[in-house]
């Protein structure tokens, strides 16, 4: 599994967020401790859901020509 996100470097620290996860930001040190931080993150958010109901989701309807 591929986890994507979108960081950059402020200060002395690499901060960041799981693109399907953009309001949870987290931060680093350096480039691994983020990548720890928001693998953490990503478990914090599967547990939730787990006892979340009414998730909100994306789809896409094709309509013929």
Do not use: C
Request: charged share 30%; proline share 3%; aromatic share 12%.
């Amino acid at each position: 599994m591929e986890l994507q996100y979108t960081y950059w470097q402020d200060g002395a620290f690499f901060v960041g967020f799981l693109d399907n996860y953009p309001d949870d930001s987290t931060q680093g040190v350096s480039l691994a401790e983020l990548e720890e931080a928001l693998v953490e993150v990503y478990k914090i958010k599967q547990e939730e859901k787990k006892h979340l109901t009414g998730i909100r989701k994306t789809g896409t309807i094709k309509i013929p020509a």
